[in-house]
């Protein structure tokens, strides 16, 4: 046996647990409690807060509460110094502040993802036009953008009535590539995947579905230190 790895890896799990103090929760089906990929999600919340005793959890339910699409006083306001924005362009990025926010004292985001049309929902995807902003979650140099999230850790649970991760439907899966993406872009690279798919498809259906991505959870975080 190895004591000197071993030693290390207990190291870095003490660490882990001291350092882990923030959980975000993206909920985004209108399904509700009957979303498959909110079941799987929760159940990776619970298996977290177990590891890490302490840690607080923040829920974000934008199906419930979805943010506005950004409009002309949020872009406005955007280009705009904070003491000379208009009060619509002061209240338009409000939101946006509490959702970077919550993304910047957070350790790990886990997403609730279903697939609508090949993608993630209208809702998630205002929630990204929020989070996403120069100055905040993304810098630019001569170098080009660089994403000032880095260090957290992202689980994506990906609900699907096909199978996208192989065989034809492939190509037409915006969901994970787009999500992978467009966090990168914002320094979040450290990411794992759950696809809890083939829900509509006679041969798994969702029993088959939310047990293999059950297990999937299971596998990922028994991985983490």
Do not use: C
Not at 50 to 76: I, M, S, T, W
Not at 103 to 108: E, K, N, Q, S, T
Not at 195 to 201: H, S
Request: charged fraction near 25%; glycine fraction near 8%.
């Amino acid at each position: 046996m190895n004591y000197t790895t071993l030693n290390d890896a207990t190291l870095k799990q003490k660490e882990m647990r001291t350092k882990m103090k923030n959980i975000l929760f993206i909920q985004s089906s209108p399904r509700g409690s009957e979303s498959y990929s909110q079941k799987v999600a929760r159940s990776i919340v619970s298996d977290l807060e177990e590891r890490y005793p302490g840690a607080k959890v923040v829920v974000r339910d934008l199906a419930q509460n979805p943010p506005p699409h950004v409009g002309e006083a949020f872009v406005g306001g955007l280009s705009t110094g904070s003491e000379q924005r208009t009060p619509e362009q002061t209240k338009a990025l409000a939101l946006s502040d509490v959702l970077i926010d919550e993304l910047l004292a957070a350790d790990v985001i886990v997403l609730a993802v279903p697939m609508h049309n090949f993608g993630p929902p209208s809702t998630l995807k205002a929630w990204i036009d929020h989070v996403v902003r120069i100055g905040r979650t993304v810098s630019y140099s001569q170098k080009g953008p660089e994403g000032m999230l880095k260090g957290k850790r992202a689980i994506l649970v990906l609900a699907r009535g096909g199978v996208y991760s192989d065989g034809p439907a492939k190509p037409m899966d915006f969901q994970e590539p787009y999500l992978r993406t467009v966090l990168g872009f914002i320094g979040i690279t450290d990411i794992d995947v759950v696809p809890v798919e083939g829900l509509a498809r006679s041969a798994i259906g969702p029993e088959k579905a939310v047990a293999s991505a059950m297990a999937r959870s299971r596998e990922i975080l028994s991985q983490a230190v």
